[in-house]
């Protein structure tokens, strides 16, 4: 493809054109530009409309380091979680986005897998004027909250997870009250025998779910409910320990009515595993999941899970962290 001179006169002059470029064309000062990109309540509706479509026309993007500088602000928030292997992790961190587009402020989401040095880097690098605060899923050590301690002194923090000593605001989902609803539910379908399926670990939202769960059991002494511990190991493994205690306590034993899994991860785990065995959900044996995962609705799975709203917790955050 081939430009004429002209024409490629005309595409330099688009790239290198500046604001006062674009005052003179409008017929105004270059602050009422300035005006009329930071949405300022101080210009007229149609002043505004002429100095966008100008800008627009004429391809002109005002000097983001400039305006930074000018508001003492980034207009950027970072959005810090694990991974996105865990579906509601994945939700929860596109609807922060969403909600922080929404208050006009650009979103950096990166991963810490859980990690003290892979948290510790990336605080230290959005902590060098990349954000002006974050959203955070940390991790769940004495080191971690240490760090986060230390980074709220100087810029906001919140948390969605309480952690023992953190001293920032925190947003997070109420796990006995999920607690209560799961038990109550499965109790008024008849149910007096449960399998727990939760992951071996000495994290603390883990150890909150279980606690729950146990702390609820209390108002329902004909209820039982055995515990499943699944260590941290590769998926096919997993698989065969699932496989060896569910065909055990779900089709040979068939003292099991229902299972609680620990998230809607695990529950669809625990489903493809029961079809194998030929137990059919929910008539032979309930399933129930926590989190609500889109990912479960979008497989056409109608599972029985408890709703923690990703974008209720989203807009929870970002009201904390404007206010």
Same mark, same amino acid.
């Given at each position: 493809m081939?430009f004429? $001179?002209?024409?490629?006169?005309?595409?330099s $002059?688009k790239?290198?054109?500046?604001i006062?470029?674009? *005052? /003179?064309? *409008?017929g105004?000062s270059?602050?009422?530009v300035s005006?009329?990109?930071?949405d300022r309540s101080?210009i007229s509706a149609?002043?505004?409309?002429?100095?966008l479509?100008?800008?627009?026309?004429?391809g002109?993007?005002p000097?983001?380091?400039?305006?930074?500088?000018?508001?003492?602000s980034?207009?950027?928030?970072?959005?810090v979680? @694990?991974?996105l292997?865990?579906?509601?992790l994945a939700?929860l961190a596109a609807?922060?986005?969403?909600?922080?587009?929404?208050?006009n402020?650009?979103?950096i989401?990166?991963?810490? #897998?859980d990690?003290?040095?892979?948290?510790?880097?990336?605080?230290l690098?959005m902590?060098a004027?990349?954000?002006?605060g974050l959203?955070?899923v940390p991790?769940?050590t004495? &080191?971690?909250?240490e760090m986060l301690n *230390?980074?709220s002194?100087?810029?906001?923090?919140?948390?969605? $997870?309480?952690l023992?000593g953190l001293?920032?605001d925190t947003?997070?989902?109420?796990d006995?009250?999920g &607690?209560?609803l799961?038990? /109550?539910?499965?109790?008024?379908?008849?149910h +007096?025998?449960?399998?727990?399926?939760?992951?071996?670990? @000495?994290?603390w939202t883990v150890a909150?779910?279980r606690n729950s769960?146990?702390s609820?059991l209390?108002e329902?002494?004909?209820?039982?409910?055995?515990?499943?511990?699944?260590?941290?190991?590769?998926?096919?493994r997993?698989?065969a320990?699932l496989?060896?205690a569910l065909?055990?306590h779900?089709?040979?034993?068939c003292?099991?009515?229902a299972v609680? &899994?620990?998230?809607d991860f695990?529950a669809? #785990?625990?489903?493809?595993?029961l079809?194998e065995? $030929?137990?059919?959900v929910?008539?032979q044996?309930?399933?129930?999941?926590?989190?609500d995962?889109?990912m479960v +609705? !979008?497989a056409?799975l109608?599972l029985?899970?408890?709703?923690?709203?990703a974008?209720?917790?989203?807009q &929870? *955050?970002?009201? !904390?962290?404007?206010?």
């Amino acid at each position: 493809m081939s430009f004429s $001179k002209r024409e490629t006169e005309m595409t330099s $002059k688009k790239s290198v054109i500046s604001i006062h470029k674009i *005052a /003179e064309l *409008a017929g105004v000062s270059p602050g009422t530009v300035s005006r009329a990109f930071n949405d300022r309540s101080d210009i007229s509706a149609r002043t505004k409309q002429r100095i966008l479509k100008l800008a627009q026309q004429y391809g002109y993007q005002p000097n983001r380091n400039a305006r930074q500088l000018v508001k003492g602000s980034t207009e950027t928030l970072g959005i810090v979680v @694990p991974d996105l292997r865990n579906p509601f992790l994945a939700e929860l961190a596109a609807m922060l986005e969403i909600a922080a587009r929404e208050h006009n402020y650009h979103a950096i989401v990166a991963f810490t #897998h859980d990690e003290d040095e892979l948290q510790e880097q990336v605080l230290l690098r959005m902590g060098a004027g990349q954000v002006d605060g974050l959203i955070i899923v940390p991790a769940e050590t004495q &080191a971690s909250v240490e760090m986060l301690n *230390a980074f709220s002194q100087r810029l906001p923090v919140i948390s969605l $997870k309480a952690l023992k000593g953190l001293k920032c605001d925190t947003v997070m989902a109420d796990d006995d009250a999920g &607690a209560r609803l799961v038990l /109550e539910h499965l109790h008024d379908l008849g149910h +007096r025998h449960i399998l727990y399926i939760t992951p071996e670990s @000495p994290e603390w939202t883990v150890a909150l779910r279980r606690n729950s769960l146990r702390s609820g059991l209390v108002e329902y002494p004909s209820m039982r409910m055995i515990s499943l511990n699944l260590p941290d190991q590769e998926m096919d493994r997993h698989h065969a320990i699932l496989r060896e205690a569910l065909e055990c306590h779900c089709r040979q034993a068939c003292d099991i009515s229902a299972v609680i &899994a620990y998230d809607d991860f695990m529950a669809l #785990h625990i489903y493809s595993i029961l079809s194998e065995l $030929k137990v059919a959900v929910p008539e032979q044996v309930s399933l129930i999941g926590f989190d609500d995962a889109e990912m479960v +609705r !979008l497989a056409g799975l109608e599972l029985t899970s408890v709703s923690f709203d990703a974008e209720q917790t989203a807009q &929870a *955050a970002l009201d !904390l962290f404007i206010r």
